[in-house]
């Protein structure tokens, strides 16, 4: 119940604003150009062209099965791409490109051994930096992200919001300038993802992160994006970019229910009907 | 009361079959049955007469078991656990080990027990090697799943924070891995404690195995089966050890990595 409660509060989107704001990414642009990919004979993704700037957020939707996964994993280098060109920060060697990314899977993956201190601080670990440094330079961030008084409690303690914010401070704490988010909120309940929605709007407000946001909810893309690509059914292709004027605003239940929100939910949602034909 | 109620089913059945069996002794239903000559047929009363007087011999032999199952089980948990390791990395270790691991499970014992004591002598050794050899299997094989059994996603996110193979095996497969290690510990503890004695048995000067065949010998039947009551209680005093070891050190939920 508790969990549950701290979600809502105001004040998390505001102080997640600031550990953004100081988080060490310096801002690295991705380009990605005639980019195909298949899985044998099946032809996974058939052209992709985009591009994001530091600061930008390009939200990636489209039907599922639709390799929107498989385009965030050829960007990390985690996958060697079949066909054309992607550079992340100018770097287009997979192993280079990897060092760039923080990739934030569809499931929260949490270490079940790990404490929630712990798992947000794993990239740290990894790194190499002793315990005791890790743990300090993540509590830092961890209260400000509405995450003080959880940092001794395990992932199975925690609620589904309370895990994907640690999943996602964890991906944070990699500090790499650009940011996959693979649906991160695919596996919340509607409301808990409306609050997580507008907390990482706050997150990436002022953030100088270049964020490639991968979802199947048309709603979630328009909020948080400043571009948003609609994808065809497989194999993948550009059906359709929106531009979006007022990225992120501070209320969101406001924002989703304007006018101009709803002009662009139908545009995005016909692309889609009419790309998955 | 709960408690209570839990061990009330077994420790009821287990006096009601002693309660058979001292009645069946005492009255000579047994050894009339088999034709046999009474004192062969010893009751629960005499089994227990004899832990008692004999406690000082039963506990000097239990100790010299009690010591070589501990060893020969930590040589087999060490090696086991690096075999996993090594059979898990490498694909040529696997190729190349795998079919001995399980060819080392057919040797038969009861054959190769007399020849280690024509190798090794009456002393600690060739029980150690038994030992080792019967809990050996257990353990690699419950390690090697476990190791085996990490979520490849979890993998994939490792990679993305920059872990290497070996940052993946200490921070996710081995922890992955500790649980099922423990389930072969368990196995291998009981079993382990059969081939202890088995090995005394076939040629030792001491331990309990030693005293079961002494007992024997001289048609002391009390005092043999009061033998296998210490090596039972050994038995399940380890497996309880080896349970509460696991429960100290896994104290996380370990049905799954991760509930979505």
């Not at chain 2, 257990?138 to 996603?153: A, C, E, F, W």
């Not at chain 2, 099922?180 to 030792?204: K, L, P, Q």
């Not at chain 2, 209680?233 to 080896?242: E, N, R």
């Amino acid at each position: 119940m508790l969990t549950r409660l701290r979600e809502g509060t105001p004040d998390a989107a505001r102080e997640g604003r600031a550990v953004a704001a100081t988080a060490e990414a310096a801002g690295a642009p991705v380009r990605i150009e005639a980019l195909g990919h298949a899985f044998g004979e099946l032809r996974a993704i058939e052209r992709i062209d985009l591009e994001a700037v530091p600061g930008e957020v390009v939200g990636i939707v489209g039907p599922s099965g639709c390799g929107k996964t498989t385009l965030l994993e050829l960007v990390a280098g985690l996958r060697p791409a079949d066909s054309g060109g992607i550079s992340v920060g100018g770097a287009t060697d997979p192993a280079e490109r990897l060092e760039r990314c923080a990739y934030m899977p569809q499931r929260d993956l949490l270490l079940p051994w790990l404490s929630a201190l712990d798992n947000a601080g794993l990239a740290l670990r990894i790194a190499g930096t002793p315990r005791q440094e890790a743990r300090g330079r993540t509590a830092e961030s961890f209260e400000r992200l509405g995450l003080a008084g959880f940092e001794r409690a395990r992932p199975g303690e925690l609620s589904g919001g309370m895990r994907q914010r640690v999943a996602f401070l964890r991906t944070l704490m990699a500090g790499r300038p650009v940011l996959l988010l693979d649906e991160p909120f695919a596996s919340l309940d509607a409301i808990t993802r409306a609050e997580m929605q507008s907390w990482l709007a706050g997150v990436l407000g002022p953030d100088r992160h270049t964020v490639l946001l991968v979802t199947h909810d048309v709603e979630e893309a328009i909020y948080l994006s400043d571009r948003v690509l609609v994808l065809s059914s497989r194999p993948a292709r550009v059906a359709d970019r929106i531009e979006i004027a007022q990225p992120r605003a501070a209320d969101r239940a406001a924002s989703v229910t304007s006018p101009g929100f709803t002009a662009l939910r139908e545009r995005a949602l016909r692309s889609l009907a009419e790309a998955a034909r | 009361m709960r408690a209570a109620r839990r061990y009330l089913a077994p420790v009821a059945l287990i006096v009601v079959l002693l309660g058979l069996w001292e009645l069946a002794a005492q009255w000579d239903w047994i050894s009339n049955a088999l034709n046999i000559e009474d004192f062969l047929v010893p009751a629960p009363s005499d089994i227990a007469k004899s832990l008692w007087e004999d406690r000082s011999l039963l506990l000097s032999n239990g100790w010299v078991t009690l010591k070589e199952v501990l060893l020969g089980f930590a040589i087999a948990a060490v090696a086991g656990i690096a075999f996993a390791i090594l059979i898990h990395l490498s694909e040529l270790a696997r190729r190349a080990i795998y079919p001995l691991l399980i060819g080392s499970q057919t040797i038969p014992i009861v054959i190769l027990a007399p020849i280690l004591v024509v190798w090794f002598g009456f002393g600690l050794t060739p029980k150690l090697v038994i030992v080792a050899l019967i809990c050996f299997f257990p353990i690699t094989v419950n390690t090697l799943d476990g190791l085996r059994s990490v979520d490849p996603d979890l993998t994939k996110m490792m990679r993305a924070l920059g872990a290497g193979r070996l940052q993946r095996l200490w921070r996710v497969e081995l922890p992955t891995a500790l649980p099922y290690a423990f389930s072969g510990a368990r196995v291998a503890i009981t079993v382990s404690v059969i081939g202890a004695v088995f090995a005394e048995y076939v040629g030792s000067s001491e331990g309990l195995g030693h005293l079961i065949n002494q007992a024997q010998a001289q048609l002391l039947t009390a005092r043999s089966f009061a033998a296998v009551v210490v090596l039972s209680a050994i038995a399940l005093g380890l497996f309880a050890l080896v349970t509460l070891i696991e429960r100290r050190v896994i104290t996380w939920d370990s049905r799954g990595v991760t509930r979505t």
